[in-house]
C-alpha cells in the first residue's frame, strides 16, 4: 500500500460527514476542562474517592492520532478506522474507567443475547425443514451504533458493585463524554467523531457488546 493511497483512504473515511466534523482548531484543552469538571462532581458526590479520581486523569492529554487497518477480504481494500487514544485525557480517564467496571457489565456481556443458537441447548431436538441458521454481520458497527441507545442499553445492564461507584445517572454522563468528545487529528487536521464511538477506545467492545446483545434480546422477545 503506497502513502498516496493510504492518504485517499484515510480522507475519504472522514469526509463522512454523518461521522466525523472538521475542526478549526485541537479542542483538546477545552475538553480536558469538561472532563475535571465532570469527576470533580462525582468525587464530591462521593460516588468515588478523590485518589481514584486524580489518578484517572491524563498529565499530558493530546487528541486521538487516527489511522485505519485495510479489509483485505474486501475489494477496494476499504480501510477499518481506529483512534489511537494515548495521552488523551477523555479516553484516558473515562473509558479506563468504564473498562475497569466492566465486572458489573459481566452477566449480562457474557450472556446476551445469541438465543437457540448454542449447539450445547439443541439436545436431540430435530430441525424442521423450515428452519434455517444464519449469521448476520453489522456493517462498520462501532460507528454506527446511535449514543443515546447505546448509552441505554449500558445503563440497564450496569449493577453498582458494593462501595464507592458512580450512579446510573453518572455512569450515561461519562458515557456522553466519551461519544462527544472523541477528537482527533490527520495530517495536522483536526475532526471530531460524531456519530458512535471509535475502535481503539477502551470503552467501545464492552459498549456494543452490551448494545448487541440488548438489541438481540427485544428482537427475540418480539418475536416470540
Known sequence: MGKQFYREEA????????????????PT????????RVIQKIVS??????????????????????????KIHKEGNPG????????????????????SSNL??????????????????WGN???????????????????????E?????CTKAFKPKRGKTPTKKELAELMQLILTNNNLVFGNKHYLQIHGTAM?????????NIFMGNLEKEFYLDKT
Request: hydrophobic share 30%.
Open 11 to 26: 480522507n475519504r473515511l472522514l469526509g463522512n460527514p454523518q461521522h466525523y466534523k472538521l475542526l478549526d482548531s485541537d
Open 29 to 36: 484543552q477545552e475538553i480536558t476542562q469538561n472532563v475535571k
Open 45 to 70: 458526590n462521593g460516588s468515588i474517592d478523590r485518589k481514584l479520581g486524580q489518578n484517572l486523569l491524563e498529565n499530558d492529554p493530546k487528541p486521538g492520532r487516527f489511522y485505519f487497518l485495510p
Open 80 to 99: 477499518r478506522p481506529i483512534i489511537s487514544g494515548n495521552g488523551q485525557r477523555l479516553k484516558k480517564f473515562p473509558n479506563s474507567w468504564i473498562s
Open 104 to 121: 458489573c457489565f459481566g452477566p449480562t456481556v457474557l450472556c446476551a443475547g445469541h438465543y437457540g443458537f448454542h449447539p450445547e441447548n
Open 125 to 147: 431436538k430435530k430441525s424442521s425443514l423450515i428452519s434455517l441458521l444464519v449469521t448476520l454481520d453489522v456493517s462498520s458497527l462501532y460507528t454506527n451504533i446511535p449514543n
Open 149 to 153: 441507545e447505546g448509552i441505554s442499553a
Open 200 to 208: 481503539g477506545t477502551k470503552m467501545a467492545p464492552s459498549f456494543a
